[in-house]
């Protein structure tokens, strides 16, 4: 981070302060506004001017469409001031914004590693519950407690896998053309 910070011109660095930065952009919107009023009254002045500039042969609106290519430039120059303005607004709030995210960011973090850590843990037990439950039920005697040397547990000898040891649980299904 350091190395950013001394990367950049001496007059910028105090703008990462956010109070600094509502300063600033304060003064910004000051001096946008000040030069909004400015256009607005220039334009209001060439447009009385230059509609009223009526020559001999002009027809109905021949002096308003003449002074339309002049009023588009201060248009222009308005909504610019204005814009800027409103830029230098959304600057501070967005900023200001992005300011407390990153401040929140590392209770945020340990809060979702809590939850996951929880999470885990309830799928762990889950697992292991399910697993001892399988071991038990692979392991159990069938209720009569004969024992058979050539079937394995839980299987009949009437079942088409009873001739072959079962290893795993794709053993217990027949599997053909596979």
Known sequence: MNDVLNR???EFRPLLNLEHLTGWTLDRQREHNADLSTYEG???VFQAVLRSQVVEG?????ARWRA??????????????RD???AAEALRTVYADHVREVAALPAQRARKAEVKAGRRGKV????????????????????GGEEDGSETAGQSPDRPAADRTVRG???????KGA
Do not use: C, I, Y
């Open 42 to 44: 220039g334009r209001a």
């Open 8 to 10: 950049l011109p001496a």
């Open 124 to 143: 762990n037990a889950f697992a292991a519950k399910s697993m001892h439950k399988t071991a038990a039920a692979m392991t159990s005697r069938p209720d």
């Open 84 to 86: 800027a303005g409103n």
């Open 169 to 175: 649980v794709n053993d217990l299904f027949d599997r």
């Open 68 to 81: 339309r290519k002049v009023e588009k430039q201060w248009n222009k120059l308005v909504k610019a001031s």
């Open 58 to 62: 002009d027809r109905k609106w021949s």
